[in-house]
């Protein structure tokens, strides 16, 4: 293949498409010079739980692989290739993969022969991995490898500015929650729990709402920043205890406006090009207290209105509230608390569909219920 593979100049742009859009603009560019790269994907590095999964993709040959995550380990293949910082070329799948694994039985039935893995670094860190396959055997020679290492940096760049605006918000929500000394552990465990709760809601309900792996992922991470905004010294003052209490509506969009304050003066901060991203961030922040209905604060939605993010961490902030301690109330049962999200359901308040996706997996949220925060700190 030719080296001049450039992506395009959207890239010098006001703001940065997602990652799924980027990831296709290269693959097309890609196979301008290399018709045989029939699937680009992308799987990023969660370092919390020690878990590669699926995030982006361009597939133009075979199934794409969705929704998939499996732990990854320094005495694993992919392990080495993190650890190492080293890239791996399979130039004949068909007798070297073995049926180990669901990703390697996926692999085996789809029309691959070779395939190049390459590390996403960003500052010597590991961020994730970037899958090449080609639909002929021996394809990636030495020169190939190269080229296409070449061709890929920006992609790879892409992918390392949007993990890092991630993990700046993250550090943000870290950092104002840490100002409530008297139930930090509290607070950091509600949020840690709601955006696990998400990602059980979302991912089940990915098919039915179009969610990629993308938006699934942004939803998880953005759901552990629901409430920032209540945790602001400017909310904290404006607020008493009784108002809070009674969530009024004056006190609850002080704090929305302080939540969508902290995050934009952040984004603002961290790149001038603003991630698309942001909006899912914002409407997960603005919306989560509204119902469907038209009930809910503080503006009062239909359900038309209510982004299908918002509605997602509606019922997990809902569920985490119901089943844990806090010191204001006891904790309630799984049953019990999954029976009135269904009488809320009946009301017409949230969305049955992620309600349904709570109650199918009670095991899976029992890990999460007794479970508490990661520190990153």
């Known amino acids: 293949m030719r080296k001049d593979c450039s992506i395009g100049s959207h890239h010098r742009s006001s703001s940065r498409g997602s990652i799924n859009d980027e990831l296709k603009s290269a693959h097309h560019a890609i196979s301008l010079h290399a018709p045989e790269i029939v699937r680009i994907s992308v799987a990023l590095f969660d370092a919390q739980h020690a878990r590669l999964s699926t995030f982006a993709h361009s597939t133009l040959l075979g199934e794409p692989l969705l929704r998939y995550s499996a732990p990854i380990s320094a005495n694993s293949a992919l392990g080495q290739l993190a650890c190492k910082h080293k890239h791996r070329v399979i130039n004949d799948l068909s007798s070297t993969i073995t049926n180990s694994s669901q990703h390697s039985r996926w692999l085996l039935q789809q029309p691959y022969a070779a395939s190049l893995t390459l590390p996403v670094l960003n500052d010597g860190h590991f961020t994730g991995l970037l899958f090449l396959d080609a639909n002929q055997p021996q394809f990636f020679d030495n020169t190939t490898v190269e080229q296409l290492t070449s061709c890929t940096n920006e992609l790879a760049k892409a992918v390392n500015e949007q993990r890092s605006y991630v993990n700046a918000m ?11 000394f008297e139930h930090l552990d509290e607070s950091l465990d509600h949020a840690y729990r709601v ?19 993308e938006t699934i992922d942004y939803i998880v991470h953005f759901a552990e920043l629901h409430d920032i905004g209540k945790y602001s010294s400017l909310s904290s003052k404006q607020s008493s205890p009784w108002q809070e209490m009674w969530h009024s509506n004056i006190v609850m969009q002080g704090q929305i406006q302080q939540g969508l304050n902290l995050v934009s003066q952040l984004a603002r901060q961290i790149h001038d090009r603003q991630p698309t991203s942001m909006k899912l961030l914002t409407d997960i922040i603005q919306y989560h207290h509204e119902y469907l209905d038209g009930s809910g604060a503080p503006n009062g939605l239909s359900h038309a209105e209510i982004p299908i993010a918002a509605r997602i961490v509606t019922v997990a902030n ?11 109330s006891e904790s309630w049962s799984l049953i019990h608390a999954l029976l009135e999200l269904e009488k809320m359901v009946a009301l ?5 569909n992620c309600v349904h996706a709570l109650r199918c997996q009670q095991d899976a949220i029992k890990l999460v219920m007794y479970s508490s925060h990661i520190p990153w700190h």
């Open 170 to 180: 993250a550090d943000m929500g870290y950092t104002v929650r840490s100002t409530n």
């Open 195 to 213: 955006g696990q709760y998400a990602r059980l809601i979302a991912l089940q309900v990915a098919e039915l709402y179009q969610l990629d792996d």
């Open 318 to 328: 809902i569920f985490d509230a119901l089943t844990s301690h806090r010191h204001y």
């Open 348 to 352: 017409g308040k949230i969305d049955s």
